[in-house]
C-alpha cells in the first residue's frame, strides 16, 4: 500500500493522480456487504481536489509510481494496523471495481 502523498499514473490514464486516502469505503446496495472498498483515493495532480471528481482505484490500476509519499515510524504502525484489520475484516466488504481509464 502506498503512502497518502505518492503520485501514480492508472493504466492506460494519462493524468497523474496524488493519492489522497486509503481504503475508502463507499454505501453498498447489497445487505450482505458492510460497504463497497477501494484501496485508494486521489485527485488529478497537480490540480488538486475537486469535491465533485473524486476518484477510486486499486492496487492492481497502478501503471506506474512517479513519487513515493512521506514515510516514517507512523506510516509503517499504519501498514502493520490496516494489513492486520484487513485479514480481520477484509471478507466483509465488496471490492470496488474500476469500470475504465482516466483520460
Known amino acids: 500500500m502506498l503512502p497518502i502523498g505518492s503520485i501514480v499514473y492508472l493504466k492506460e490514464g494519462t493524468s497523474k493522480l496524488m493519492i489522497l486516502n486509503r481504503?475508502?469505503?463507499?454505501?453498498?446496495?447489497?445487505?450482505?456487504?458492510?460497504?463497497?472498498?477501494?484501496?485508494?483515493?486521489?485527485?488529478?495532480?497537480?490540480?488538486?481536489?475537486?469535491?465533485?471528481?473524486?476518484?477510486?482505484?486499486?492496487?492492481?490500476?497502478?501503471?506506474?509510481?512517479?513519487?513515493?509519499?512521506?514515510?516514517?515510524?507512523?506510516?509503517?504502525?499504519?501498514?502493520?494496523?490496516y494489513d492486520n484489520w484487513m485479514k480481520e475484516n477484509g471478507n466483509t466488504f465488496e471490492k470496488g471495481t474500476v469500470s475504465g481509464p482516466l483520460k
Open 23 to 81: 481504503a475508502p469505503i463507499l454505501p453498498s446496495e447489497n445487505q450482505e456487504q458492510k460497504g463497497i472498498m477501494y484501496d485508494y483515493t486521489g485527485c488529478i495532480y497537480p490540480q488538486g481536489l475537486d469535491p465533485n471528481n473524486v476518484l477510486y482505484f486499486n492496487e492492481e490500476n497502478i501503471d506506474k509510481v512517479v513519487s513515493e509519499g512521506y514515510k516514517d515510524e507512523e506510516e509503517e504502525r499504519f501498514q502493520e494496523i
